[in-house]
Nanobody, 124 residues
Framework: QVQLVESGGGLVQAGGSLRLSCAASGRTFSNSGMGWFRQGPGKEREFVAAISGSGAYTGYADSVKGRFTISRDIAKNTVYLQMNSLLPEDTALYYC?????????????????WGQGTQVTVSS
């Protein structure tokens, strides 16, 4: 099975940047669609960004388009989320997730493996 560990979260002021990393283990990683989701306090888990197994296709929530970039390095078994121009509303626990399929998906129900999350806090 696939195991995921997120890192790179922290406290940053509005307008700043952070780069999240998701280290994956498991033979199926290179073929798995990957995604980033987030959940703020008292809020539902929401889609942030996703990338296909090949890395050729990406998708973003409207709220982060133009600010966040998802990428993957298959050789390093790592998925990244570059977050620029951060806003207070970006504050959340960010989760990395992996599908059991190679295609891109935007709903959490379609992801099978999840990391423990990394906290991102953006101050105003």
């Amino acid at each position: 099975q696939v195991q995921l560990v997120e890192s790179g979260g922290g406290l940053v002021q509005a307008g700043g940047s952070l780069r999240l990393s998701c280290a994956a283990s498991g033979r199926t990683f290179s073929n798995s669609g990957m995604g980033w989701f987030r959940q703020g306090p008292g809020k539902e888990r929401e889609f942030v960004a996703a990338i296909s197994g090949s890395g050729a296709y990406t998708g973003y929530a409207d709220s982060v388009k133009g600010r966040f970039t998802i990428s993957r390095d298959i050789a390093k078994n790592t998925v990244y989320l570059q977050m620029n121009s951060l806003l207070p509303e970006d504050t959340a626990l960010y989760y990395c997730a992996a599908r059991r399929f190679s295609s891109l998906a935007t709903t959490p129900e379609t992801y099978y493996y999840w990391g423990q999350g990394t906290q991102v806090t953006v101050s105003s």
